[in-house]
């Protein structure tokens, strides 16, 4: 795959990266998340972690022990998010460990992840609980460190892993639980298999559970059920094997649609919105 200028507009811009579906959930939907990667020998060989947000939204910090940490959710300029998050990463491999990087100004050469980053690596995701992660090792926990810490975990909608559904996250968003299914496959495609389960009253991943729509974030499609408040991601974990059977055959269907399904198929496509 050939790299974009640095002036092109990437829709997608994790494609090409192990786990391409939990970097987009970490960069629009996870609160709390983090991902051990390595850079390439280029790059000088250094521990990373990925992580959803940093404190004052910041994009990069360079840690005591010389490793750094980057938010992807922080802001980043530019057409490129991968761009943005490797010149992050350089940028702060560059600075005296215990220093962060407030603000990312991109270079004519600024690396995007793909460049940056050893592909042979695990990248698997672990969503946290809390943002203890944000701590140096070598800090000392003054109160007014764990008051902020205290603070932001306030923030935190508990959110955890489907099993049975890789990529999917459940979400406590207060009033009303949602599972959001990451997915890699053509939208089309994505569009079409949910309209087929919709015409035959399968859509929903659970008992009780109903399919509200899609997202399309960083250039994939993710749909997104209601729960039940209170059913818990354990509801979707029950029927999740015999979703994903019922999901992965819509989806390799090749038949075309019935008349029923394709006066289905608009009110799919009207639920459809996109995240930028």
């Known amino acids: 795959m050939s790299s974009p200028s640095s002036n092109d507009l990437v829709r997608r811009p994790f494609e090409g990266l192990p786990n391409e ?3 987009v959930a970490m960069r629009q939907l996870i609160p709390a998340a983090t991902m051990a990667v390595k850079t390439t020998e280029e790059y ?14 910041w994009p990069a910090v360079r840690r005591t022990d010389g490793s750094v940490t980057v938010g992807i959710q922080a802001g980043y300029p530019g057409n490129d998010l991968s761009r943005g998050i490797g010149q992050a990463i350089r940028l702060a491999a560059a600075l005296e460990p215990g220093s962060p990087i407030t603000t990312v ?6 690396p995007r992840l ?3 980053l050893d592909l042979s690596g695990d990248f698997e995701i672990q969503v946290q609980e809390t943002f203890e992660f ?5 800090a ?3 109160g007014e460190i ?9 923030s935190i909608m508990q959110t955890r892993p489907v099993e049975g559904l890789p990529h999917a996250y459940w979400v406590d968003a207060g009033p009303k ?6 997915l890699d496959a053509d939208e089309e495609k994505v569009i079409d298999a949910v309209t087929r389960l919709h015409a035959r009253r399968e859509s929903a991943i659970c008992e009780g559970a109903k399919y509200v729509g899609s997202f399309r974030a960083e250039g994939l499609s993710i749909p997104v059920w209601d729960l039940p408040k209170g059913a818990g991601a354990e509801a979707a974990e029950a029927e999740a094997e015999a979703f994903r059977a019922r999901f992965e055959e819509a989806l390799a269907s090749t038949e075309p649609l019935t008349t029923l399904e394709r006066r289905a198929r608009g009110g799919i496509v009207a639920r459809q919105v996109t995240l930028r």
């Open 105 to 110: 100004t991109l270079d004519d050469d600024a």
């Open 44 to 57: 000088g060989s250094l521990d990373v972690e990925l992580a959803t947000i940093l404190p004052m939204a």
């Open 177 to 182: 639980e949602h599972v959001r299914w990451v």
């Open 114 to 116: 793909q460049d940056v």
């Open 146 to 154: 764990e008051q902020a810490i205290s603070q932001a975990n306030d």
């Open 140 to 142: 000392e926990r003054t």
């Open 21 to 23: 579906q939990d970097l």
């Open 134 to 138: 944000w701590l140096d090792p070598s």
